[in-house]
């Protein structure tokens, strides 16, 4: 393979292997309108419920790994 593609790939396993901390979510949120971080404090939304959600939608399990659609949903019970 090429550089190009050799480095591709890297960044990819970097991708999937990261382990996000407290503050790299917390400069993910910051972009949450206030309403609705005070909803979420409030328990009016569940983020734990959602993001079985979307990672249902995505076909992936609890580890963001791809085990599709039909799985995701089971594993998730959506």
Same mark, same amino acid.
């Given at each position: 393979?090429?550089?190009?593609?050799?480095?591709?790939?890297?960044?990819?396993?970097?991708?999937?292997?990261?382990?996000?901390?407290?503050?790299?979510?917390?400069?993910?949120?910051?972009?949450?309108?206030?309403?609705?971080?005070? $909803?979420?404090?409030? /328990?009016?939304?569940?983020?734990?419920?959602? @993001? %079985?959600? !979307?990672? +249902?939608?995505?076909? $992936?399990?609890?580890? /963001?790994?791809?085990?599709?659609?039909?799985? @995701? %949903?089971? !594993?998730? +019970?959506?």
């Amino acid at each position: 393979m090429g550089k190009r593609t050799d480095a591709l790939l890297e960044s990819e396993r970097e991708y999937q292997t990261k382990v996000y901390t407290d503050f790299d979510a917390e400069m993910s949120m910051q972009t949450l309108p206030s309403r609705m971080l005070a $909803q979420v404090i409030k /328990g009016e939304i569940d983020l734990n419920a959602l @993001a %079985k959600v !979307i990672l +249902a939608n995505r076909g $992936q399990d609890q580890n /963001g790994n791809w085990v599709g659609f039909d799985k @995701a %949903k089971q !594993i998730h +019970a959506i």
